[in-house]
């Protein structure tokens, strides 16, 4: 069956690499697991999407994500992970975007100004 969801091989991959090294996986449980994935997602998705439209946006936010998976009713310790996730996330995201020299250029204009400079020093190479 050809249904949208999780690439199988990450996913397959994942369970690997979560799994103690001597435990095996059944192929069927395997199968299985994918399939579960798959569910959670659509759930969550199918739940944010509500909650986004709702709220009249057209675009599910992390926020909708984490409103959904409270109003299924998850465990608060896997609230907890999740928000904790997000805000690790945001913190990286906004400590990313306000480095010191951070000079607000696109990389390829920083490309383009990197070649400008190599070639000013090259010619000052040539000169002196």
Not at 96 to 125: N, Y
Request: glycine fraction near 6%; hydrophobic fraction near 35%; aromatic fraction near 4%.
């Amino acid at each position: 069956q050809d249904d949208v969801g999780l690439p199988r091989t990450t996913v397959q991959k994942s369970i690997k690499e979560l799994m103690p090294k001597e435990m095996r996986i059944a192929g069927d449980a395997s199968e299985l697991l994918v399939q579960c994935c798959n569910q959670f997602v659509h759930l969550v998705s199918t739940q944010a999407n509500d909650i986004s439209e709702r709220e009249k946006r057209s675009t599910i936010s992390p926020e909708h994500v984490v409103k959904a998976l409270e109003e299924l009713e998850f465990g608060p310790q896997y609230l907890e992970a999740v928000k904790a996730g997000l805000d690790n996330k945001e913190h990286r995201e906004h400590k990313a975007g306000h480095k010191k020299g951070d000079s607000g250029l696109t990389q390829e204009q920083l490309i383009e100004l990197q070649q400008k400079l190599f070639e000013e020093a090259r010619a000052a190479t040539l000169s002196g």
